[in-house]
């Protein structure tokens, strides 16, 4: 039977000692997360939280100072599994005397892609990442969002199963954003497991399966996003209401008039039913009724407010 | 493979580097000068002025070739480093010895090209009236590759922990050092010296076998001098540049990213 999680850690922990003086610093702690595969897996925190560490540890960019963790397969070899991972770090750079074709060559080279399928996949990548255009021009010369379209082409170069990108869509305007966003969802289509660190709270939302709140290097929320946002009832909307109408519910609601238009919110899906009825019968227009729940930014705010 | 895919990056990227290029071309300037005068010096004929330039220009291949060894290597490392271009390839299947490996091996050749245009700016005209001297030529510029083969090595290994421009030093004074091991036994003797400074020559004498790369017993100034006999010399300078490597690689492969 195939591993059924694409990354595992056990309480990893990692601390920065500074050489001479300065207290420690806890980027990690205690980590114990697992993700599965085929999803995309949001992880999330404020600045310092641990995010990009957690990923550092986890490519071996740097080391755990306790605890212990795979990617892809338990006992796998790291050179192996770092052949079927992609990586897009924050703000990336690369050669920039290099072309994206020549830099993307460099690339495969190093995960040892043999030549004529290296030259196909670079043209796919390319034509993917709407850089075919540039791609015999210096990277010195390319913007922050071309950059990170040639980081993304990078990231994909070995047709990986996992990927972890730090703030893919940092520097695209909003067509590569949505770009971006298609693409994510077309890598989990297919099967690829995406652990994914961003600030666009409402791009996670969009995509995201499961998200992590990291705050100080320590877990605080795991689970999908259904499992995390709070269900803040049911809102109805309608028009052509009298002034005086007032929804046949005893307390708990909130309305909002503005103009024709009457916004109720209701605690309790099973009160919508009453609430409709008593619309048509007060000769009013039923526009919406959508049942509510915390934004993952209303999410994020109530967790830092934890402290 | 691999390595061998970073030491053509590494060439790429430092032979586009702005101070290295004045170099290489302030010392061919130099060179070409001295070559020019080794050769209209006396005629057609070998004479001992000819001799001199001729060591002039060894000398001169020796110090800018040193210079530009320095400034091709203390970068190769701590750029990558501080641009954060090590994350992107240290992700992929490369593993970081061949990254230090493919480095080095990129940051030397790209100086036996330097070398390689020096010796040819100084010695091309020479060379087609005396072929006979060709042979001499190429073993001092072999010798003189290796030492700095050592200048390399030294640069990679301080660079892996300190910022590049203490690294360069660093290899500098121990590569210098070890070129003049008699100095420091003279102030170790000189009885006018202060006891402290007298008991630190002592010290620095008693430690230049064992840290430096003792290139003083390399002789690559004397281009018709046989340079056979060097080999025991050459041997150490290799070994020390291999341990140089070797400790490189060590204090690497445990650095945090």
Same mark, same amino acid.
């Given at each position: ?25 806890? =980027? ?11 999803? @995309? ?11 990009? +560490?957690? %990923? ?28 079927? @991972? ?12 290099? +072309? ?12 040892? %892609? ?7 996949? %670079? ?31 990078? =990231? ?36 690829? +497991? ?17 998200? =992590? ?24 909307? =309608? ?36 609430? !409709? ?9 039923? !526009? ?20 | 493979?691999?390595?061998? *895919? ?48 001729? $060591? ?9 070739? *040193? ?12 750029? $990558? ?94 590569? $210098? ?50 340079? *056979? ?26 650095? $945090?990213?």
């Amino acid at each position: 039977m195939s591993e059924p999680l694409a990354v595992c850690t056990e309480q990893l922990t990692k601390v920065y000692r500074p050489w001479l003086r300065g207290r420690p610093v806890v =980027a990690v702690d205690s980590l114990t997360l697992a993700v599965e595969r085929g999803i @995309i897996f949001g992880f999330l925190g404020a600045n310092g939280a641990g995010k990009t +560490t957690t %990923i550092k540890l986890l490519l071996r960019l740097a080391f755990p100072t306790s605890g212990s963790f795979w990617v892809l397969q338990p006992g796998l070899n790291p050179g192996a599994a770092r052949a079927r @991972i992609g990586y897009l770090p924050e703000n990336p750079t690369f050669y920039d005397h290099l +072309t994206p074709e020549e830099l993307l060559a460099l690339y495969g080279e190093l995960f040892a %892609i043999p030549k004529p399928q290296l030259r196909r996949r %670079i043209d796919e990548l390319l034509s993917m990442v709407g850089l075919q255009r540039w791609r015999r021009v210096q990277l010195r010369q390319f913007s922050k969002g071309m950059l990170q379209r040639v980081g993304v082409a990078q =990231a994909l170069l070995n047709d990986p199963d996992l990927l972890f990108l730090d703030e893919p869509t940092s520097g695209l305007d909003p067509v590569g954003r949505r770009e971006m966003r298609d693409l994510l969802l077309q890598l989990r289509a297919v099967g690829k +497991t995406v652990l994914l660190n961003s600030h666009l709270l409402s791009e996670v939302e969009m995509v995201c399966d499961r998200v =992590a709140f990291l705050r100080r290097g320590k877990l605080v929320r795991e689970g999908t996003l259904d499992q995390l946002l709070q269900r803040q009832g049911t809102e109805v909307v =309608a028009t052509g209401l009298p002034p005086d109408f007032a929804p046949p519910v005893p307390n708990g609601y909130r309305a909002a008039r503005e103009g024709d238009r009457l916004t109720v919110l209701l605690p309790d899906h099973d009160l919508v039913r009453p609430v !409709v009825q008593s619309i048509f019968a007060a000769g009013g227009n039923l !526009v919406a009724v959508t049942p509510k729940r915390e934004s993952l930014e209303e999410l994020f705010m109530r967790i830092e407010g934890e402290e | 493979m691999k390595t061998w *895919a970073i030491a053509k990056a590494t060439i790429g990227e430092a032979a586009r580097k702005r101070s290295l290029l004045l170099t290489l071309a302030l010392s061919l300037v130099v060179i070409t000068a001295l070559g020019l005068f080794a050769k209209y010096v006396g005629g057609r004929a070998m004479t001992v002025a000819k001799f001199a330039q001729l $060591e002039a220009s060894l000398r001169t291949i020796s110090l800018f070739g *040193a210079i530009l060894t320095i400034l091709v290597t203390m970068y190769a490392i701590p750029a $990558e480093l501080e641009r954060r271009t090590v994350h992107t390839l240290l992700s992929k299947p490369l593993e970081r010895y061949q990254f230090v490996l493919g480095k080095f091996v990129g940051c030397l050749l790209l100086v036996a090209m330097n070398i390689a245009l020096m010796a040819i700016a100084a010695f091309a005209l020479l060379v087609k009236d005396s072929p006979d001297l060709s042979r001499g030529l190429a073993q001092s510029l072999a010798v003189l590759m290796v030492s700095f083969t050592a200048l390399c090595a030294l640069t990679i290994a301080f660079s892996t922990f300190v910022p590049p421009m203490p690294a360069g030093l660093l290899a500098f004074g121990l590569y $210098e050092i070890g070129k003049v091991p008699g100095l420091f036994r003279q102030m170790a003797e000189a009885e006018g010296l202060p006891p402290v400074l007298r008991a630190v020559s002592k010290g620095v004498y008693a430690a230049i076998p064992y840290l430096t790369p003792r290139v003083n017993r390399l002789n690559f100034e004397a281009p018709v001098l046989t340079v *056979a006999g060097q080999g025991e010399a050459v041997l150490y300078v290799l070994l020390y540049s291999a341990a140089c490597v070797v400790i490189a690689l060590a204090i690497f492969s445990r650095k $945090e990213l």
